[in-house]
């Protein structure tokens, strides 16, 4: 079973910055794509960046510029900075993974709890 827990979560004033990060455990062959996505109350999961094993990485528009995601395959980690935040980045955020177990399983995609980010006018 894999787990994936994220952390840095919390309250901050707009303009200021917070870093989230997400550890994965438990049976990993290989991780391809990580990522993070958000949902703020009665509004659908959206995506808020994603990164490739190879480090390629996709942005929402709402946050290029003020967001970076980034990952450590020895860690089997993902995190993401965020500055410049906006009252309206505030939402819970969700780390997503697609991991395979091993060589031969095919790869399925697994999401943490959450952890809340809430930013003030």
């Known amino acids: 079973q894999v787990q994936l827990v994220e952390s840095g979560g919390g309250l901050v004033q707009a303009g200021g910055s917070l870093r989230l990060s997400c550890a994965a455990s438990?049976?990993?062959?290989?991780?391809?794509?990580m990522g993070w996505y958000r949902q703020a109350p009665a509004k659908q999961r959206e995506l808020v960046a994603r990164i490739t094993s190879g480090g390629s990485t996709n942005y929402a528009d709402s946050v290029k510029g003020r967001f970076t995601i980034f990952r450590d395959n020895t860690k089997n980690m993902v995190s993401l900075q965020m500055n410049s935040l906006k009252p309206e980045d505030t939402a819970v955020y969700y780390c997503?993974?697609?991991?395979?177990?091993?060589?031969?399983?095919?790869?399925?995609?697994?999401w943490g709890r959450g952890t809340q980010v809430t930013v003030s006018a």
């Open positions: 997503n993974a697609v991991i395979a177990s091993s060589r031969s399983s095919p790869a399925y995609s697994r």
């Open positions: 438990g049976s990993i062959f290989s991780i391809n794509d």
